[in-house]
Every structure is written in C-alpha cells, then in structure tokens.
C-alpha cells in the first residue's frame, strides 16, 4: 500500500489535524475499491487533507476483511501510463501522478541516456549552471536526509514565498503545516534532501521514501540563486541516490508539470470512484471549468478559500484542513 495509507502518514494526520477527536484507521469501501482512510467520530471517512496526494486501493492481500462503506473519494489511482503514451494521446483530460520507473534502468547512466536522447540542452545547460555554481559559491554537498534546524526555516520562507507570488495560498500560513512535518520526523517517517553550496542551504526537497517509492511536497530553493537552475541541481542527484537505493519507483506527485515530464518515464491516472453529493459535483465541475479556463482566478478562488478557512480555525470552528493540493 502508498504511504497515504500507512500508519504512519494516518497516524500523524489524526494527531496534528484531528485533535480532541475521536479517530479510527479502518478499511472503506467505495464501490469496488477499497481506500485504508482515517475515520473521524465514528462516522466521517477522511478522503481529503492537505497532504493526501492521491489514493491507491488496497490490494486483496491488504485489505482487512470487514469494510465500511462510503460514497465519493477524489484523485485515486486508475493505473499508470507511459509517458510518451500519454503525449501521444495528446495529455487527455484527468490528472497525472508522474514517476519514474527505475525497473528498465540497470545502471543510472542508462536513464542518464535517456534524458540525454529525451531533452539534450536541459541535461548540458544543467551541467554548466552546475559548475558555475560551484565555481562561485563552494562545492556542493548533497544530503539525503538533512535534519539541520535551518531546513523547515528555508522550506518555510522559500515555498510560501513562490506559492504566494503565484497567488496561490500559503500552507505554511497555518501552523499545523510544521507540526504535521515534525510529527512524520519525529516518526522517522520524513526525509528531508538538500543541496548547500560552500554550506550554504540553496535548495531543498522534503517528502518521505515508503516501499521503496520516494516521493514529496515542499521542493523549493533560494530565490537569490535562481539563475543555477537549483531545483535541477538538487533532482538529479536525488534520483541518482533514488536508482542507487534500489528504489522502485520516483514518485514526482500529482500535477503534470514540465519539468516532471522531462524526467518521468510513467504518470498514475488519477479519477474519482464513487458518486459525489450534488453539492460536491457542483463544486467540482465549476472548479474544473474555472481552472481549464481561468487559472489566474482558479488561484485566486483557491487562495479566498485559504483565507477564509484561516480565518475559520482562528475562531476554533473546525478543525479540518483545507483541499489545496
């Protein structure tokens, strides 16, 4: 099973998102799959939070027997696609979880040659921003998994920044973002990668390796160096470790962005099982409309959402999160 159904990730979820709440792990139902979700005062089914990316049904191996039975859930795994299969079809509708599939690849200079053959100037202009990188700012040191207090400090200011410049909401703006992230560390459960130059953090991944799959949420750097293609400096040194590990997989998360694709070999499909409230359908189809559409005003719809559940936790009249992912 995915990490988003392990103890771990539902464990932490219950304590930092769900306090003074009565919570259970239980085995639902939705139709003909069957999602491992938080269950919330005896009742609610969690299929939402925050930090949930997508949902994988359980295995018949892995499922527990006895099921409670729910209605809806969003962003669970229909199987996975080639990517060059994808962009064939011409990136249907729907959204992707691209990945790499370490499988075919013996040795890293093979995927090297792949995105050699895939995109030749991004792997050369990377190299270049690289040296002159270290050439001016000291060499570089990779870390796998950095616990140095300066992370969650950088990760902070870094992401809220670039999420606030596209007028997307600040996550970091609620404060159990940290405690979420502190509480999977103080499990053991969280990886946080770097990239210092001369000591100095530039860039930085956190997210979590379960079964042999690493993936993550906050990938950020430091906008004053941005010119180094930092993001790309630390990725490809992530995957090199990823293929050295013996990982099955580099899981990039849902969102089809560029340069996920230049990388990914695979993408999970991602659709909806079960049938939504008529409420939940309505607000899911203007939200599909607004952001095929409009993506400026999606942003912005989604940041007055933000701010107005930020505003809601102030006064203490819930305690879930917000959808922003």
Known sequence: MNFFASRDFLDAAAAVYFKDRDTAVEDIRIDKDVLRLLVVDGEKAVTRLLFLDYHEPLKASEAKGHTRKWHFAQRVSRGAIAIDAWEQQGRPPGELAPLIDWTPFRDFSDYQELLLQRC?????????????????????EFTMDD???????????????????????????????????????????????????????????????????????????????????????????????????????????????????????????????????????????????????????????????????AGLRRAQLFATAADLR
């Open 120 to 140: 030749h100037g991004l792997t050369r202009d990377r190299e270049r921003r690289g040296r002159a990188l270290e050439a001016r700012h000291g060499r570089l």
């Open 147 to 309: 616990r140095a207090p300066d992370v969650f400090v950088a990760a902070q200011a870094w992401k809220g920044s670039q999420l606030r410049d596209k007028g997307l909401p600040d996550f970091f703006e609620d404060p159990r973002t940290l405690e979420f992230l502190k509480c999977l560390r103080d499990r053991d459960a969280l990886t946080s990668s770097t990239l210092r130059a001369g000591g100095r953090l530039v860039a930085l991944w956190i997210g979590f390796v379960h079964e042999r799959s690493w993936s993550g949420w906050v990938f950020a750097y430091d906008p004053a160096l941005r010119s180094f293609s930092l993001g790309h400096q630390l990725l490809i040194r992530m995957l090199k470790a990823s293929h050295q590990l013996g990982h099955r997989e580099f899981d990039f998360s849902v969102g089809a962005q560029d340069y996920k694709l230049s990388y990914a070999t695979h993408g999970r499909v991602l659709g909806n099982i079960g049938t939504p409230s008529l409420a939940r359908a309505a607000s899911l189809t203007a939200a599909n409309i607004l952001r095929k559409h409009n993506a400026r005003l999606y942003a912005r719809a989604l940041r007055a959402k933000w701010n107005l559940g």
